[in-house]
């Protein structure tokens, strides 16, 4: 006798065969929350500005969806938004494509793989959901409640963002794609960098058996404490504007002026001079990043000292003491670190590092995304309960340059009554505890740029650490990471930021092909544009043959 859920399969089966695909797209409306489901023809590719071109798409059903809709704190509306597009000409797979900053879009649901690839998974025939967390940047709003981080003083919003939502909407795509396809799909695959990173790895950890392959690029998988580093940041730099009596337009420390772009190129050359040849090759690439120490940085950082007044060609000594004290990570007054510290790399020089600590030299007032951006985070999200911050005017940097780093910093763990969890308990994502998606028989692939200014790689070197310790050194088995020297948060930098890992993890996954290197290429803005090398399973390292162009990643090996 056939069970109830093979009668049901044949009936989706037999249905899907007596429609049209424009009926069979728009029949889903009303299934699991859809409320819309065009089939779109296929299109050409198109021009997507800095990001290059869209390419050609197939014939597709896109599907807007909407869950748990409700009225929350402060009298504002809030639901569970997600995208989806269902290819014609269908792999039998799904692809959840993470979010990014403190999501609140709804994203395109193309499934972007990482990696600067021309391609997505939707060409690739997957099932493709993208979603915005459980809130809108846009109607999730208070200018006077920290922006878009107003969303941080509703609890349940807080948990739809931490890991809520992730869950709800994979339970719903895969249902939908049965319904669709008349079947589950074969493999499942999260791909996601920077919090869609930490999504990622806390999908391995909270919900272990949803994915059989997950890629977590530039994770923040430790988001709430890499906030308090941004406040370390952001008043560390604050001291040399203060020192000098440069302020911004709203009266505040001006640190975009702190430190011009030629002085970035002075630091990033004094770290090239200090490491570049730890990997046996002085190319720009210090492919060695881990022997790369502040013992042999801060030599050649004290040779650029100005001996009077600043000059274009020297550092002031309150820059070279600030940069130390960055990179040597947050600490509260006993000394004891609150985030990990940084690795030294060349990609200090670059403006995707400066964008985030600093802010654009050229900007006309305090511009940096740890003020823009993360002062909002830290100050709703993750303190419990929220700290009213006005997200235009001073106030952004006003609350950084305020945080109390032996008595706000305790707040991100702490719960309150209104708050029934904090907010290392609803985004952590840091657990070394990986048993049952080992069991699941799940893989997980990291990649992390070594110049990510968000992030610290240090930190996923650590936890990485922890896991092979837990796993008696056998982690390799189903979690690698590889780390992109020069790069940036999620690209950019002098490095060769654009390799395919999201292809090395399928073929991890189905084919049991365990990568030890990924060929990597370096993009056009590069000083070697078209550079090949092979990005390393960690602890390796790229290291020259001795024969062969040093642009050709078949003239390295992984060592």
């Known amino acids: 006798m056939l069970s109830q859920a093979s009668v049901l399969a044949t009936f989706f089966a037999l249905s899907a065969l007596a429609q049209s695909p424009d009926q069979k797209c728009t029949a889903l409306v009303g299934v699991n929350g859809v409320v819309s489901a065009v089939l779109k023809p296929p299109s050409a590719a198109?021009?997507?500005?800095?990001?290059?071109a869209i390419p050609a798409l197939p014939e597709h059903c896109e599907i807007r969806g909407r869950m748990n809709e409700r009225t929350g704190a402060n009298g504002q509306h809030y639901a569970i938004n997600f995208h989806m597009r269902l290819p014609a000409a269908w792999n039998a797979r799904f692809f959840f494509e993470g979010g990014g900053g403190s999501n609140g879009n709804i994203g395109d649901?193309?499934?972007?793989?990482?990696g600067q690839q021309p391609t997505n998974a939707l060409v690739l025939g997957y099932a493709v959901v993208s979603q915005d967390s459980g809130h809108d940047n846009t109607v999730n709003n208070d200018p006077k409640l920290n922006g878009s981080q107003t969303f941080g003083y509703d609890e349940?919003?807080?948990?739809?963002?931490?890991?809520?939502?992730?869950?709800?909407?994979t339970q719903a795509a895969k249902a939908l794609i049965k319904v669709y396809y008349g079947k589950p799909p074969e493999?499942?695959?999260?791909?996601?960098?920077?919090?869609?990173?930490?999504?990622?790895?806390?999908?391995?950890?909270?919900?272990?058996?949803?994915?059989?392959?997950?890629?977590?690029?530039?994770?923040?998988?430790?988001?709430?404490?890499?906030?308090?580093?941004?406040?370390?940041?952001?008043?560390?730099?604050?001291?040399?504007?203060?020192?000098?009596?440069?302020?911004?337009?709203?009266?505040?420390p001006f640190i975009n002026k702190t430190f011009t772009d030629a002085d970035m190129t002075l630091v990033a050359s004094a770290i090239l001079a200090a490491c570049d040849k730890?990997?046996?090759?002085?190319d720009g690439i210090i492919a060695n990043f881990p022997a790369c120490k502040l013992a042999l940085v801060q030599p050649k950082l004290a040779a650029l000292t100005c001996k009077g007044s600043k000059e274009a060609g020297c550092l002031t000594m309150p820059q070279i003491a600030a940069l130390e004290k960055v990179f040597g990570g947050a600490k509260n007054s006993k000394g004891e670190a609150?985030?990990?510290?940084?690795?030294?790399?060349a990609g200090i020089g670059n403006p995707g590092w400066r964008v985030w600590k600093l802010g654009m030299f050229a900007a006309p007032a305090n511009s940096s995304i740890n003020a823009t951006l993360g002062s909002g985070a830290i100050s709703a999200v993750f303190t419990t309960p929220p700290t009213p911050t006005a997200s235009t005017g001073a106030a952004p940097v006003a609350y950084l340059l305020n945080f109390n780093f032996d008595t706000d910093a305790p707040k991100i763990f702490a719960e309150s009554p209104v708050y029934s969890k904090s907010a290392w308990d609803f985004m952590q994502a840091s657990s070394t505890d990986l048993a049952a998606f080992r069991k699941h028989g799940g893989k997980l692939l990291i990649t992390h740029g070594v110049s990510d200014p968000v992030f610290s790689v240090n930190d996923t070197i650590a936890?990485?650490?922890?896991?092979?310790?837990?796993?008696?050194?056998?982690?390799?088995?189903?979690?690698?990471?590889?780390?992109?020297?020069g790069m940036n948060h999620c690209g950019g930098g002098p490095s060769t930021d654009r390799y395919d890992a999201f292809s090395a993890l399928v073929s991890w996954v189905e084919h049991k092909s365990a990568p030890e290197r990924i060929v990597a290429t370096a993009g056009p803005m590069t000083p070697w544009p078209n550079r090949t090398r092979p990005l390393c399973q960690y602890p390796a390292f790229a290291r020259y043959k001795g024969i062969g162009s040093i642009e050709d990643a078949q003239s390295f090996v992984c060592k």
């Open 46 to 52: 198109i021009a997507n500005g800095g990001r290059g």
């Open 109 to 114: 649901a193309l499934g972007n793989i990482q």
């Open 156 to 169: 349940q919003a807080r948990l739809d963002f931490g890991y809520n939502s992730y869950d709800l909407v």
């Open 187 to 252: 493999r499942s695959y999260y791909v996601g960098c920077s919090e869609g990173g930490r999504e990622a790895m806390m999908m391995s950890q909270r919900f272990p058996e949803y994915y059989d392959g997950i890629l977590a690029c530039s994770p923040g998988f430790k988001l709430p404490k890499a906030a308090v580093a941004e406040a370390w940041d952001t008043q560390t730099f604050a001291e040399i504007a203060k020192a000098s009596g440069t302020n911004d337009p709203n009266g505040e």
């Open 278 to 282: 730890l990997d046996g090759l002085e």
């Open 338 to 345: 609150l985030y990990a510290d940084w690795a030294w790399d």
């Open 463 to 485: 936890w990485l650490a922890e896991v092979d310790k837990r796993n008696k050194g056998k982690a390799s088995e189903f979690v690698r990471f590889f780390a992109v020297p």
